[in-house]
C-alpha cells in the first residue's frame, strides 16, 4: 500500500520498451515489405527477427495490413522530412539541398523508394490514399521553401505535377544505373520548378540569380 501522500508516477521505462519494440518492428518490417512481395511477407517472421512475440507483433498493428500502412506512412514521412524551410539559409539554395538530400535518400534507400512508387500506383484505395496526402504534403513544404504559404490553385496544381516527374526521374536516374551525376539532375529539376513557379505568377519570390 502506498504512503500517505505518495504520487503515483507514470511508468517511462514501460512506454520507452513499448515505443522500442514498435520502431524494432517498423524497421523489420520495412526491410521485408520492400524486398519481398506482400503476399509473402509473414508476420511471424517479422516479429521473430524483431525480437518480440508473435501476438505482440498483432497486439501493437492489429494486421499486417496494418503494419503495412505503418511501413509506408514512415516512408512518406522520412522523404518529406527532407524539406527543410531554414530561413537563415538563403533562398536560391534551400531548393538545391532538399533536391540533393533527396537524390542521397533515394540512393541510400532504393527499396524503400520504390515501395512508396508501388503502393502509389497499385489498387489499395487506403495506401493511395496515405502516398496521395504525402505528396499533398510535400507540396505545401516546398512551397514553403521559397515562403509561399498561400499558393494560388495553379501553382499547387502545377507543383504536385513537379513532384510527380521528381519520383519518374529519380526511377530513371535509379534505372540508367545513377550514370548521370547528382549534381546535373538535380539542377535540371531545381531549374524546371523555379520556371514552373515563375509561371504560375511567383517570380517575385524566385532567385534572381
Known sequence: MAEPGARSHPRPKAAENAQRRREQLLRVATRHFSEVPYDDVSMSVIAKEANVSHGLAFHVFGSKQALFEAVL??????????????????????????????????????????????????????????????????????????????PNRLARVAVRGWTGSLDRAALAWLEEGRRIRRTEIVALLEATLLETLRQCGYADRLPTS
Open 73 to 150: 506512412r514512415g516512408a512518406v514521412e522520412d522523404v518529406n522530412r527532407l524539406i527543410v524551410v531554414d530561413q537563415d539559409v538563403p533562398v536560391e539554395r534551400r531548393l538545391r539541398g532538399t533536391l540533393d538530400r533527396f537524390f542521397r535518400h533515394v540512393e541510400e534507400s532504393e527499396a524503400t523508394f520504390r515501395l512508396g512508387l508501388r503502393a502509389g500506383l497499385g489498387p489499395e484505395e487506403e495506401l493511395r490514399r496515405i502516398v496521395s496526402e504525402g505528396q499533398e504534403a510535400a507540396v505545401m513544404l516546398i512551397l514553403r521553401v521559397f515562403g509561399i504559404t498561400r
